[in-house]
């Protein structure tokens, strides 16, 4: 039977890509390893090589298409004494026209993927997790925040009225970035692979190109060493803004961050501080193992003198960087690497700068209230509507900011609603979670109609392999079941 | 008063993707050149060598000067046999990850030489503390291949359960400690390692691994502060590829020095070393190795050499270098430099290269067919969720079961 090649996923975060260039045409000889195509994700641009032998009997994506997703057919390979008249048989042909000209979704491999990972992780909640961050999934609905069916609250910091650009967080958070570069000759931008190489997830895009390797710098591999040469710029005057490749690796900086950064403003007595952004990818992406994958948002909250940021979507990414920047004390700016591909309203306005410190209403609701920050807001919207299912009406507030925590629209919402829900994927000791649970019982004791209940990871180091990653996170179930109990409808 | 013009910054220039070739042919010695010193020399006096390069085999494939040792064919045809075999590993590893069977891998492609002949002179119970480009270390010393492509694809038989990224081995009963996904942490950590040898009156010595771009690390500079003042038996290599995913050698330091250089402040003798000689890198390997032994403390190795693959799956190389980036490389591919050698010796053919070849390509192969019984990424046999909690530590508490009990394990 001919055999489809599919779209490659070239690392695990990957969901679709551009099919810029066919190296091979249709009738050509093609071995193991040969390179056939060129392909274009938003990270960098890869060659697929044949996996089987054959003849290139059919190409179905033509050169040039964008936003292919992974796993979907781009051509047919024929075998040893097969035909063209033998595409009919394969698997993708005939689930789609023959014109190839449109990226088909993917099928029966896909769909064949996620049953082993459903019923090897047994339990129905966990597709709720993979659709966010595996590529397989893209027979799912992911596009929540893109096109919204919950009622999001008007941020009152936009006026009415005001026009809409669909942006990726990446964006957002490059534009925040330029934005500000643009504005005050103070602020660069250092860290690993920041300037040449566009930045390791690609936020730095076209910097270099725009500001120059004296604003863009490319560092030596030390986060301890470059952490404590922009705290060293910061005391003398300059803005940095400090990427980590990943909050993962700011561990070998946290001396620099918490010992200097934090406390030498107080410490010399009002004369010195440090106005640093310290920013980059934050927690669990997919299958990077126990030392990449951690969320550090209770860690740095703990640390007094420090602001730490975990915004959810693109207007706020791009919002409260500017804030951040422009903030006179040091700022850690807690992104995602899962959400950096994802769609959002940005206001087109000259200098969109948001509150650090406000919480988002994201959709009202008077049965129950579920907070969140960061990546964990996809679990609550998602939650949200399974919950409007069984006639719960939750209200989702989003943080934006961890520290200083906005208690005031907390504390509001659950003297309305009665009943608390807590999500974030970092580990469950201490957790951000914790401190709001254990505010709200010494500020809103009265008004609590069941006790709070926090959703988090596992106690465990993340696991690499798929099914133990998943277990290890919080899912939609989870949520559901928490809100469920508050609510007491189990 | 002096006017003085504005100042500005120093940004290390990249090698333009014509020039790839990022070394400074002035430190280029000729094969047998350097000299080779005793093994307890005043490091004072060899400051000069870690300027130099040392190369034993020259364009011909003859072994020359103080550092060509008389080895048998046999060891030599073994040590062909480790680099091929590296090689035909990293091809298929490859291979399983664009066929989606596993996430993630990374080639030590050109690189070779340095593990496969540094491994073929340690002995059991001696540890290294390896960075992920160190597979030959495995690899030669014939520990078996399931058992690597098992971490790799992370299945039922992985052997550390599948709780870490391809390529992250670990395997203590091979001197094998476990791979850190954070950069340069565990350079410290093998001198820590040697000091606790000494202190014991063990004989076992360590070998402390990292690349050029990590030794910006301040683990890299502790632990020369530590290597120093306690002369523990550790050799401290630097492997000097190049390349730091996209960052040329100069962008961490290495534009007006060398890395070998850096032992000087440290009063440890360091050495220069053609990465992609294999007969260099086992006779200096030897020496440092000897010194360790006899309680004459750290040795640091810089091996110069060339990362010819991609940094990992995740990189694509032709945005900061040119596609034949590594072919204008001085010092060649370790493999063929083996080969011309014993060829020259009358102790090797082409023939029967292309028939070794062959046979560890089935080896491989056969290999990883039989780990893929045992489960890949996303099929078949895998972990099963109780051991999620395990080994968080030592007894495992009561909350942890809860929590495995909970989720019906």
């Known amino acids: 039977m001919p055999i489809d090649i599919l779209m490659p996923a070239l690392s695990p975060t990957m969901e679709e890509g551009n099919l810029s260039k066919w190296l091979k045409n249709e009738g050509d000889a093609v071995a193991p390893g040969d390179v056939i195509a060129e392909i274009e994700t938003d990270k960098a641009t890869m060659e697929v090589e044949a996996v089987d032998e054959g003849t290139l009997g059919k190409i179905l994506i033509a050169a040039g298409t964008e936003g292919v997703k992974v796993n979907t057919p781009i051509a047919v390979l024929l075998e040893e004494g097969e035909s063209a008249g033998d595409i009919g048989s394969s698997k993708a042909s005939g689930s789609q026209s023959a014109s190839g000209e449109a990226a088909a979704s993917p099928v029966a491999s896909v769909d064949n993927d996620d049953k082993a990972t459903v019923s090897s992780a047994g339990d129905a909640g966990e597709k709720a997790r993979r659709s966010t961050d595996e590529p397989s999934s893209q027979a799912d609905n992911t596009k929540v925040p893109a096109a919204p069916k919950v009622d999001v609250a008007a941020d009152p910091d936009v006026p009415a009225g005001t026009e809409m650009v669909s942006t990726t967080v990446r964006e957002a958070l490059r534009d925040a970035m330029a934005e500000e570069m643009r504005r005050d000759k103070d602020v660069f931008v250092m860290g690993e692979e920041v300037a040449e190489y566009q930045g390791a997830y690609k936020i730095t895009q076209g910097l270099l190109q725009e500001f120059g390797a004296q604003r863009v710098v490319d560092t030596p591999i030390t986060e301890h060493g470059f952490a404590g040469v922009g705290v060293g710029a910061a005391m003398s005057g300059l803005k940095p803004i400090v990427e980590f490749m990943t909050f993962n690796f700011a561990m070998q900086a946290i001396d620099q961050i918490v010992n200097s950064a934090a406390k030498t403003l107080y410490m010399s007595g009002g004369q010195m501080g440090a106005p640093i952004v310290f920013r980059g990818p934050n927690g669990a992406a997919a299958r990077v193992g126990a030392q990449h994958s951690q969320d550090y948002a209770a860690w740095y909250s703990h640390i007094p003198g420090l602001k730490v940021v975990q915004p959810y979507t693109a207007a706020d990414a791009k919002g409260l960087l500017k804030a951040a920047i422009r903030d006179p004390n040091p700022v850690i700016f807690l992104e995602n690497e899962i959400l950096y591909g994802q769609s959002f309203d940005v206001p087109k306005l000259d200098d969109f700068v948001l509150p650090i410190g406000k919480a988002r209403i994201h959709k009202q609701g008077k049965d129950v209230t579920i907070v969140s920050a960061g990546i964990g807001m996809t679990y609550a919207v998602k939650a949200e509507l399974e919950l409007r299912e069984m006639g719960i009406d939750a209200e989702i507030i989003d943080l934006r900011t961890i520290r200083p925590l906005d208690f005031d629209t907390i504390l509001a919402s659950v003297k309305k609603t009665n009943r608390l829900v807590t999500i974030e994927e970092g580990f469950p000791q201490n957790s951000v979670g914790d401190h709001i649970a254990s505010q709200v019982m010494q500020r809103a004791f009265d008004y609590l109609d069941a006790p709070v209940i926090t959703v988090c990871g596992k106690d465990v180091p993340m696991p690499y392999a798929a099914n133990l990653e998943k277990l290890a996170l919080p899912t939609v179930a989870d949520v559901v079941e928490a809100v469920k109990a508050v609510t007491y409808r189990a | ?409």
């Open chain 2, 1 to 409: 008063m002096t006017e003085f013009a504005p100042l500005s910054l120093h940004v290390p220039t990249r090698p333009s993707p014509q020039d790839n070739a990022t070394i400074d042919t002035s430190r280029l010695s000729p094969a047998g050149a350097v000299r080779r010193p005793a093994v307890d020399v005043d490091p004072t006096e060899i400051h000069d060598l870690a300027y130099k390069l040392v190369r034993v085999l020259d364009e011909n494939g003859e072994a020359q000067g103080e550092w060509a040792a008389a080895l048998e064919p046999d060891v030599l045809r073994k040590g062909l046999r480790d680099m091929m075999k590296t090689r035909a590993y990293d091809q298929r590893m490859m291979r399983l990850q664009r066929q989606g069977l596993t996430s993630f891998y990374m080639q030590c492609t050109g690189e070779e030489a340095v593990a496969c002949a540094f491994q073929s002179v340690l002995e059991k119970g001696d540890m290294n503390f390896p960075t992920y480009r160190q597979q030959g270390l495995l690899i030669a010393q014939d520990w078996p291949v399931v058992d690597m492509v098992n971490q790799i694809l992370s299945n039922s038989a992985d052997r550390i359960k599948g709780r870490q990224l391809p390529v992250m081995y670990s395997a203590k009963e091979a001197g094998f400690f476990s791979i850190s996904g954070n950069l340069g942490t565990q350079y410290i950590q093998a001198v820590g390692w040697a000091m606790a040898s000494a202190i014991r009156n063990d004989t076992r010595v360590a070998a402390a691994w990292i690349g050029d771009g990590s030794t910006a690390e301040s683990d890299f500079h502790a632990a020369l502060v530590f290597a120093s003042v306690y002369r523990p038996p550790v050799i401290l290599n630097v492997v000097n590829n190049q390349w730091a995913i996209s960052s040329p050698q100069s962008i961490a330091g290495g534009e007006r020095t060398t890395f070998a250089a850096r032992a000087h402040g440290y009063n440890i003798p360091s050495l220069r070393v053609d990465g992609n000689d294999y007969l260099a890198v086992k006779a200096v390997s030897e020496w440092a190795v000897e010194r360790a032994r006899r309680n004459l403390g750290p040795t640091l190795i810089e091996w110069v050499t060339y990362r010819v693959a991609p940094h990992s799956t995740s990189d694509d190389p032709s945005k900061y270098r040119a596609k034949d980036a590594s072919a204008a490389w001085p010092l060649g591919d370790p493999i063929t430099r083996l080969k011309t050698h014993l060829i020259a010796r009358g102790e090797w053919s082409e023939e029967r290269s292309v028939q070794l070849e062959a046979e560890l390509d089935q080896e491989i192969a056969a290999a990883a067919q039989e780990a893929r019984g045992f489960g890949t990424l996303h099929d078949g046999p895998k972990q099963s969720p109780a051991t999620m909690f395990e080994d968080v530590y030592k007894d495992m508490p009561r909350h942890l079961r809860e929590q495995r009990q909970k989720l019906g394990y």
